[in-house]
């Protein structure tokens, strides 16, 4: 102070208003210094920042979505994302097993088709081998023939009861086939001899 002759020493005030800086004077300079708050965790999984509002440090999870379907995403403490292959088997051996990038994991059925409508086509899932096995085109009817073809399937034709005897009435059941009775030419009269004929097939009455 010049009237006095005190000497004074006004302390400087660093405050640079910023709630993210940590404000100093320098002892040597007496210059102001203004170091950004450290807000390092030593995670590499986080992303670090400190809060302009109220200067509290923010550590936000980092994500790790390299958006590729066939990859598991993850992240290490220490260096941070990883991307590891995706293991796309779902130990069928009857599927082709591939990723989409987009999609993921697909399992399509393998095709097992020989083209022929006569045989059952499917996968055997312990070797992943196409199994052919011949249609079963049984109708259950006595009086069909069951038949297949390669190109339409099964069918049946039916079953012609001709035993080439004329003095038998040929007929077909469906669950015991071809009958041959006897042609009944009884005329109800005990005063004829009834019989048929082997060569028309007529009864006779004598």
Known sequence: DPLSGVISHEVVVCADDDRCTDDSCSPVT???????????????????????VDGSCVNEALSCDDEDACTDDSCNVLSGCYHSARY??????CTEDSCDIDAGC?????????????TNDSC????GDCVFAP????????CTVDK??????CYTEAIVCDDDDKCTEDACQ???GCQ?????????????????DPATGACLHQ
Do not use: H
């Open 30 to 52: 007496g210059l102001c210094v203004f170091s950004a708050k450290d807000c390092e965790d030593s995670n590499a999984c986080t992303i670090d920042a400190c809060s302009a």
């Open 88 to 93: 796309c088997n779902d130990f069928d051996k």
């Open 106 to 118: 697909l399992y399509v059925n393998k095709v097992c088709d020989d083209a022929n409508a006569c």
């Open 135 to 142: 249609k079963g085109c049984n109708d259950g009817d006595q």
């Open 180 to 196: 041959f009775l006897t042609k009944n030419c009884d005329d109800g009269d005990q005063a004829t001899v009834d019989s048929c």
């Open 124 to 127: 055997d899932p312990f070797s």
């Open 148 to 153: 297949c073809d390669t190109l339409s399937g």
């Open 174 to 176: 469906p669950l015991s």
